[in-house]
């Protein structure tokens, strides 16, 4: 046990000296993104395991926002990195144009998980990638121009997945937009921009749809894409039957519809996929993140046999140099199979009722928190001025002026020990699913801790 000690203090004092190279190293010669680049401090994480994170110094870190919601069987996995490397010695890369046994057990695999007639499977590197070529094809297949989409949402960087989403991050680069996206309203009830109430509510943001569809002709849209659930825009919560609402016009008017489930997909809502909450089966699904849980990057885009027969005789025009690698292969289908053996996905609903629960408690002692949106384990706290004006804490679309004290909150968080995604006035809470009820325990401590920060500046008596 001495010996031990002696050993670990070694080490992390060797660690801890190399810190700096490697902070030096990142600063000088590489790019973040999203981020002016001078004064961001990011943590040196040397190593990951489970849902902690670990820096040069031995600080720990709990993970809650699984990286960026792709980590869902948490880090570290030694079944990923086997799988990985058996493959590598067999194969590590071969064009698209080969068979490989990998490539063909996944897309069976995907198949079998997928409900519907969704089964066929090509294989992309990314989630943009994979929303990239969803747009393509469905406008190659209905031989239709127009991509409905919602304001609040993201689907990626590239330039057709940047303009489909409608996150203000995509604003920079305004000019450089593609043609022919329309945006809708989100269906957020917390701020219905028809002011209802759940009570007086008659869906009126699916008759803005029915309207938009109508100004722009149905003949001439493709599909309407929506994130399964809502992820980065704030967890946004599709009221009751929405995405029934949504299949019934799509099969109305021929338009294919797209559920993007690149964060909701993967058991991170306690079920495979968002859409799945929803009684519905889309024709197109687009897959990244969970489907690696992040080991490797790769995506995938789910078609249905309708889709893919059409291209039995008519060549199919996409393509990527690094489809169905089998590397990524190999670790997708090891992810899978540890949702399925450890019981992951029930894992996520059930630890996602309790953290419901949990935010219940918070919400008792916290008059800044407005609003919890959660779905399995992809929650958000709305922090708010004022629980009864809503008045956001920051801002849609925070100025670095108007986020001090959100700024304050996330600061507090990592100075905690947490490691989470604090954007405006959202702070979210999607653990990789292997969490337990101690550590979700233990987050909550951290973000109450960090909370008081925000009721510091409410203007609202505990409710
Ligand atoms: C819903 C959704 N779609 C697509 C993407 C883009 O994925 P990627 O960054 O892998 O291109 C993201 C990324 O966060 C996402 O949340």
Redesign the pocket.
């Known amino acids: 046990m001495h010996v031990m000690n002696t050993f670990m203090t070694k080490e992390t004092a060797t660690l801890a000296s190399e810190r700096e190279e490697v902070l030096k190293n990142n600063l000088d010669y590489t790019l973040f993104s999203w981020s002016k680049q001078k004064g961001i401090d990011p943590i040196c994480v040397h190593r990951a395991e489970g849902v902690y994170l670990y820096d040069y110094d031995g600080k720990r870190y709990l993970d809650f926002s699984s990286g960026?919601?792709?980590v869902n069987i948490g880090h570290g996995d030694q079944r990923v990195t086997d799988a990985v490397v058996k493959q590598m010695q067999l194969v590590s890369y071969v064009t698209p144009s080969c068979a490989t046994q990998v490539r063909g057990d996944l897309g069976k695999k995907l198949a079998e998980i997928c409900p519907g007639s969704l089964n066929k499977a090509f294989f992309t590197?990314?989630?943009?990638?994979?929303?990239e070529n969803a747009m393509k094809l469905a406008r190659l297949y209905t031989g239709r121009h127009k991509i409905i989409t919602r304001y609040r949402?993201?689907?990626?960087?590239?330039y057709g997945?940047m303009t489909a989403?409608g996150d203000p991050r995509k604003l920079p680069a305004d000019s450089q937009q593609v043609p022919n996206v329309v945006h809708v309203e989100d269906a957020f009830c917390y701020r219905c921009p028809w002011s209802q109430e759940p009570q007086s509510c008659k869906l009126e943001c699916i008759s803005h749809i029915e309207r938009v569809i109508d100004f722009e002709g149905p003949q001439n849209i493709a599909a309407i894409l929506m994130?399964g659930e809502s992820?980065?825009s704030g967890c946004i919560k599709y009221p009751k039957n929405y995405w029934k609402k949504l299949r019934e016009i799509c099969d109305r008017h021929g338009i294919l519809l797209i559920a993007?489930?690149?964060?909701?997909g993967f058991g991170r809502t306690g079920k495979w996929f968002g859409f799945e909450h929803h009684g519905v089966v889309p024709d197109m699904v687009?897959m990244?993140?969970g489907i690696t849980s992040g080991y490797l990057?790769f995506?995938c885009l789910m078609v249905t046999d309708a889709i893919a027969a059409k291209y039995d005789n008519d060549p199919l025009m996409i393509g990527l140099t690094y489809s169905a690698h089998a590397t990524a292969c190999a670790a997708a289908l090891e992810v899978i199979k540890i949702y399925e053996t450890d019981n992951l996905i029930e894992n996520a609903s059930k630890i996602g009722a309790y953290v419901n629960k949990c935010v219940e408690d918070l919400k008792k002692i916290h008059p800044s928190i407005g609003d919890f949106r959660n779905t399995g384990l992809l929650g958000c706290i709305e922090v708010v001025k004022n629980p009864k004006t809503k008045e956001p804490m920051a801002p849609y679309n925070a100025p670095a002026s108007a986020m001090k004290v959100m700024n304050q909150v996330g600061a507090k968080l990592k100075e905690l020990g947490m490691y989470t995604f604090v954007r405006w006035n959202y702070i979210f809470i999607a653990p990789p699913l292997t969490v337990t009820e101690d550590q979700i325990d233990e987050g909550m401590a951290m973000i109450s801790e960090a909370l008081k920060i925000a009721d510091a500046n409410c203007e609202a008596s505990p409710h």
Do not use: Q, R, W, Y
């Open positions: 960026l919601m792709n590197l990314c989630g943009a990638t994979s929303i949402a993201f689907h990626g960087a590239t997945a989403g994130e992820g980065s993007d489930e690149v964060m909701s687009c990244a993140k990057p995506g």
